[in-house]
């Protein structure tokens, strides 16, 4: 019984065999082949894919020649480049020397905002003076003054001469006060000088002017009063 069985599956194997092969094609047995011409001939080639959201190829796409309306045109200069202003100023001016020099300066043409005028008021200024002395006794004061360690420095007023001052004062109650601490320490010789009256001073500024217009103001002659435009501070 055995033996048939094994003897069968032999048989069938070598049927199987011939079959598969299309060895047994000519009795019209034989595989039925899977073609599908149409999915082959439909398939894309992979070398031709183009990405859309990719990088465009450099031959793609010819570069756009700029128009002449695109291109820069030439540099010019600005004004800042070829007209320079700077600032000059004088001080030094009299209030009475500053009217004759804002009467010259409205009639030389520059316009108002180009010229200041302003005023800086200084205080009295007033010494404890002890004069007025000549050269040896001068000295000879000098040494009285080291022993009594006062200090001093040389002075020499308008209205008073050559002497010293042991003290500079703003106004007249600290000089008054100054005199009477020096006369405590022994002083008798001192009194009270002005050094300095209170004054105003004015200030020509010129905030931004080219070099011609500077030259225009150097050209007033007596209104400057003496004065030389310098660059400001």
């Keep these: 019984?055995?033996?048939?069985?094994?003897?069968?599956?032999?048989?069938?194997?070598?049927?199987?065999?011939?079959?598969?092969?299309?060895?047994?094609?000519?009795?019209?047995?034989?595989?039925?082949?899977?073609?599908?011409?149409?999915?082959?001939?439909?398939?894309v080639d992979p070398g031709t894919v183009r990405l859309l959201n990719g990088p465009l190829d450099d031959k793609a796409a010819p570069a756009v020649a700029p128009s002449d309306d695109d291109k820069p045109g030439p540099l010019t200069p600005s004004a800042a480049d070829t007209v320079q202003a700077s600032c000059w100023q004088a001080t030094g001016f009299t209030a009475p020397q500053a009217e004759n020099l804002r009467a010259a300066l409205g009639q030389s043409g520059l316009e108002p905002q180009l010229w200041q005028l302003s005023e800086t008021r200084t205080n009295g200024r007033w010494v404890v003076y002890m004069?007025?002395?000549?050269?040896?006794?001068?000295?000879?004061?000098?040494?009285?003054?080291?022993?009594?360690?006062?200090?001093?420095?040389?002075?020499?007023?308008?209205?008073?001469?050559?002497g010293l001052a042991l003290g500079t004062f703003s106004s007249e109650e600290a000089v008054q006060q100054g005199l009477k601490d020096v006369t405590k320490k022994g002083v008798r010789s001192a009194r009270v000088a002005m050094e300095r009256p209170?004054?105003?001073?004015?200030?020509?500024?010129?905030?931004?002017?080219?070099?011609?217009?500077?030259?225009t103001v150097e050209a007033l002659g007596d209104?400057?009063?003496?004065?030389?435009?310098q660059p400001c501070e």
Aim: aromatic share 4%.
């Design 131 to 162: 004069g007025r002395y000549g050269p040896e006794q001068m000295e000879k004061k000098k040494g009285e003054l080291r022993d009594l360690k006062i200090e001093f420095r040389e002075v020499n007023l308008p209205t008073a001469g050559p």
């Design 1 to 43: 019984m055995l033996r048939l069985v094994v003897i069968s599956l032999l048989i069938a194997n070598g049927a199987y065999y011939a079959w598969s092969h299309g060895l047994l094609a000519g009795m019209g047995l034989a595989p039925v082949q899977q073609q599908e011409p149409e999915r082959m001939n439909a398939q």
């Design 198 to 215: 209170e004054g105003v001073s004015v200030t020509l500024r010129l905030p931004a002017i080219t070099d011609e217009q500077r030259g």
């Design 223 to 229: 209104a400057l009063a003496g004065k030389q435009l």
